[in-house]
């Protein structure tokens, strides 16, 4: 389980402060937890979140690796707005099995259970959590999520982390174009690996660069594709790879 850092935002600028930065819509935190990113004005990944409404404030849960950096950034938004952006003495836990009281619903799969903030020490039941984020092609940050990552080609909009009719937000405009005026040439899809390749393994297609292998699990694992070369058979290294 990747390490987790819980920021609590509170003050009555808290949501339209977050509304103006984040992918996702804040409004749907009535609905309870919401996946967002936070982009840079080019449109590219900077990181991942959940959010959640806890009382008054906002919780907002990202991977460790990124936390730092993600507080300076949100600390450089703020300008005059009425937030406070500080640590929040929580852990969270998770798992797929009955849901405990006061967890809420992972918003990007039903496959991945629940989430619970908690002053309890981090953790889960045991789930093979790479083993469903293969199988439904849900990306994980510092894996398939990388500073170049667009998030429509991370599969975003299938794991509603993303909402084009609210309004603007940093990297809407790149986003928008993307989605409306463009069809994607690259991005993350599931394929089965016949023979042995480890992730960061080139995969090509007749001798030419077709992708990148990511998390595998069992025979399929989660690969960066081109997709004009990802028809057919494709190898990485000695291994045979095949799009799902």
């Not at 092609?137 to 990552?149: K, N």
Request: charge should be negative.
């Amino acid at each position: 389980m990747t390490s987790r850092r819980i920021i609590r935002l509170s003050g009555p600028d808290a949501e339209p402060f977050l509304q103006g930065l984040v992918t996702n819509d804040i409004a749907r935190l009535s609905d309870g937890a919401v996946y967002a990113a936070l982009l840079t004005p080019q449109g590219k990944y900077l990181s991942d979140f959940f959010l959640v409404r806890d009382g008054n404030t906002i919780l907002l849960d990202v991977a460790e690796m990124q936390a730092d950096d993600l507080m300076r950034r949100l600390a450089m938004y703020k300008l005059r707005a009425d937030v406070q952006i500080e640590p929040a003495e929580l852990n969270v836990q998770r798992g797929t099995g009955p849901k405990p009281e006061g967890a809420v619903d992972d918003p990007r799969h039903p496959a991945l259970g629940w989430r619970l903030y908690t002053d309890a020490p981090e953790g889960d039941d045991g789930t093979d959590w790479d083993a469903i984020r293969v199988a439904h092609c849900i990306p994980e940050a510092g894996t398939e999520l990388t500073p170049d990552s667009y998030i429509l080609e991370a599969g975003f909009e299938a794991l509603h982390g993303v909402d084009f009719r609210k309004g603007c937000y940093v990297g809407q405009e790149v986003t928008a174009r993307m989605k409306h005026k463009t069809e994607l040439k690259k991005g993350l899809a599931v394929v089965e690996i016949t023979g042995e390749a480890d992730p960061g393994t080139e995969i090509q297609t007749d001798g030419r660069p077709a992708g990148v292998l990511h998390t595998r699990s069992g025979d399929r694992a989660i690969a960066y594709l081109r997709f004009d070369r990802a028809g057919g058979d494709m190898a990485a290294g000695d291994a045979r790879v095949t799009r799902l």
